[in-house]
């Protein structure tokens, strides 16, 4: 299936595990796609898939990834140097913070390449250096990024099956369908008519600060991560060592709960203007193109937006093509284009504030939509 396909490397060794699970083969005479499945768009991507494997665009340079790393690195260092040799004082705390912020939302663009093995060939070398980024220089759990990363990618923006949308009903209600339903079954958990208003200082600033940070050691230690939770003691060891010789408690605690708060509104306003103004739903069965394209949109082009987003600006290309790595998106992205158009599927792109502000307006459509459900008679 062309999710098995698009999420291994080595498609070998893990066809291994698939023999066990064997129930038996179709019969001659019985068709191989699903009556949901678009059967000659499914036809036509496995021929772009072959295409993209020809033009060697699963490769990655290994160079361009080097220097991701090293640009993190230095912009980490120089954080801890500036209050070294500059104090402590306002003006050097602010510009400690800034190079802090941008090191950590960076690192966490390269763990997300390697987490999708697109950064080297061998899958070990990608797991080995994932824990480094991951755990390491950004504190929290490698697997567990794994575990839930990999749900949203086989079914995005799929009710019950997409983690990332796990905020719906609780804080926010999403996807017209999904609101409305909830409208008409009376159910109120938050003022849904007011969310595009409580977006902005609940979701973006406190993310990373509450969810994700007691989350993460939450999953390790449920699951037995035990490696990843080692690991993610060496950053805290790492970091109280490194500021906490330089900045009083008072002053440790604000870097680290402004820069996580930094970090969340710059990852959440990225990471939802590609899903959530797309379409919401539940489970349609569709095949992998239909079922990407539904929930991905793409921002345009430039090299700010590519450094930025950490080309997820290319969301489309990222989502069929999940270990492709991501210099490579805009090489592929007009025989993506031309498919769409060969089977008349809405390819979204849009400049980079209209996706943030899409993001509100989404918001509030939804939450009208569940407010007139709500009370209607």
């Known amino acids: 299936q062309d999710a098995f396909v698009a999420f291994h490397v080595d498609k070998v060794l893990v066809s291994k595990y698939l023999k066990p699970l064997q129930i038996g083969e179709l019969a001659p005479d019985q068709p191989s796609t699903e009556p949901t499945k678009n059967e000659m768009l499914v036809k036509d991507f496995r021929e772009l898939r072959a295409t993209v494997e020809r033009m060697g665009l699963l490769e990655p340079n290994q160079l361009f990834f080097f220097l991701l790393l090293a640009h993190i690195l230095l912009l980490d260092t120089a954080a801890w140097l500036i209050l070294f040799y500059?104090?402590?004082s306002l003006l050097p705390f602010v510009f400690s913070l800034l190079l802090l912020t941008i090191s950590q939302v960076q690192a966490s663009w390269l763990q997300h390449d390697l987490g999708h093995l697109s950064v080297f060939s061998k899958t070990k070398w990608n797991h080995l250096l994932h824990k480094f980024v991951m755990c390491h220089l950004?504190?929290?759990s490698a697997k567990w990024w794994t575990l839930l990363h990999s749900q949203h990618h086989a079914k995005p923006n799929c009710f019950h099956k997409d983690p990332d949308i796990d905020m719906h009903p609780f804080l926010f209600t999403l996807g017209k369908k999904l609101s409305v339903e909830l409208g008409i079954k009376k159910k109120k958990y938050m003022p849904y008519n007011h969310q595009h208003k409580y977006f902005f200082i609940t979701l973006p600033p406190l993310l990373f600060p509450?969810?994700?940070h007691y989350h993460t050691f939450y999953i390790a230690y449920r699951k037995k991560y035990w490696v990843d939770l080692a690991w993610m003691l060496t950053f805290y060891i790492r970091f109280f060592y490194t500021y906490g010789s330089l900045l009083g408690t008072k002053t440790l605690n604000s870097l680290i709960s402004l820069h996580r708060m930094l970090e969340s509104s710059w990852f959440v306003w990225v990471s939802q203007m590609n899903h959530i103004p797309m379409d919401i739903d539940y489970d349609k069965n569709l095949d992998w193109m239909s079922t990407q394209l539904?929930?991905?949109?793409?921002?345009?082009q430039s090299l700010f937006n590519d450094w930025f987003t950490g080309h997820l600006n290319f969301q489309i290309e990222h989502h069929l093509f999940p270990t492709m790595p991501r210099h490579?998106?805009?090489?592929v992205a007009p025989l993506v284009k031309s498919l769409c158009a060969k089977h008349s599927i809405e390819y979204q792109c849009k400049p980079l504030l209209t996706a943030f502000a899409d993001i509100v307006h989404s918001l509030k459509s939804s939450g009208e939509l569940w407010h007139d459900a709500y009370l209607h008679k």
Request: charged share 10%.
């Open 210 to 212: 509450t969810y994700f």
């Open 86 to 88: 500059f104090g402590t």
């Open 328 to 331: 490579n998106y805009w090489k």
């Open 294 to 300: 539904q929930a991905t949109c793409n921002v345009e």
């Open 138 to 140: 950004i504190g929290a």
